[in-house]
């Protein structure tokens, strides 16, 4: 049975009129005073507008669309649901591997994330956007699955998310040194790589290339740079979804592409 086909069958459970008894971890961000806890889920047609009343209108930030969207998927409506896993399952299964290193067991967390989302509907308030509610849940069940394997901690505990620590974003050495006239300029300029052909530049191996230098980026940097390079969302998502400040965000991004950029230089280098 493939991860489509079991997330429909529960929303169907969830929409069938039964009542369907589910052990749900609640998100934090909507949800903080609330622990994991066993639940009895009631598919409710009810539109979302009537559950935001429910918060402090204040707090809203959910779009329209949004809302308008968490009304089909109470609703039971499939077709938006296997849109949304369109949508988002790849980046989903790209962030997990940030945290879990085994593609399995990302896609675990993954299916997990699904299954959160639907349990989790009636609970959605709009204190967020619907994709950063979603990828919340996501981060959390990683993070759980990463700290039972005890390979990590959360991401605002990572020593590297301190930006105030000096970590130059090019190796000092390119440049020269402080004795000649022009101290501080490059030695050699970097390669331009938009005079490179382009076959050369979207080839195969460049990409699985350009793959194992994000991997090897400290946790934040390669988190920053999936959400905002590959998966394009902007700096307010991203600062939004992370708990960080724009300029945070914005030295983060900046070593990561750095570091990602160097390790490219020298693949090219080498050719």
């Keep these: 049975m493939n991860m489509v086909t079991l997330v429909l069958q529960v929303l169907h459970s969830l929409c069938s009129g039964k009542d369907m008894m ?9 949800q903080p005073d609330m622990a994991a806890h066993t ?15 429910r918060a402090n209108l204040a707090d809203v930030v959910a779009s329209s669309d949004d809302l308008r969207l968490i009304e089909q998927l109470r609703s039971g409506n499939e077709e938006a649901f296997v849109s949304l896993i369109d949508r988002y399952h790849t980046a989903m299964l790209r962030l997990a591997m940030v945290y879990v290193t085994a593609r399995a067991v990302a896609e675990e967390v993954v299916q997990e994330t699904w299954m959160g989302v639907l349990q989790g509907l009636g609970r959605f308030e709009g204190r967020s956007s619907l994709k950063t509610w979603m990828f919340r849940i996501l ?3 990683a993070k759980t699955r990463a700290l039972r394997e005890g390979r990590s901690i959360p991401f605002s505990s990572l ?7 000096p970590e130059p974003a090019v190796d000092p050495d390119r440049f020269l040194p402080t004795d000649y006239q022009w101290s501080g300029h490059w030695i050699s300029f970097p390669l331009d790589w938009r ?11 460049m990409r699985a290339y350009l793959e194992k230098a994000i991997e090897a980026l400290p946790a934040s940097q390669r988190t ?7 998966e394009g969302w902007t700096p307010d998502e991203a600062c939004s979804f992370l708990g960080i400040s724009e300029a945070n965000q914005r030295v983060l991004l900046h070593r990561a592409r750095s570091k990602v950029r160097g ?6 280098a080498e050719e």
Excluded: G, W
């Design 195 to 205: 005079k490179m052909p382009e076959e050369r530049l979207l080839s195969r191996e």
């Design 263 to 268: 390790v490219l230089e020298k693949y090219f």
């Design 139 to 141: 981060t959390n069940r």
């Design 39 to 53: 639940e009895t889920i009631v598919c409710d047609v009810t539109t979302v507008q009537q559950t935001v009343v």
């Design 22 to 30: 589910v052990k749900t971890p609640i998100d934090a961000k909507e």
């Design 159 to 165: 020593p590297e998310l301190d930006t105030d620590h």
């Design 224 to 230: 920053i740079i999936t959400l905002r390079d590959i």
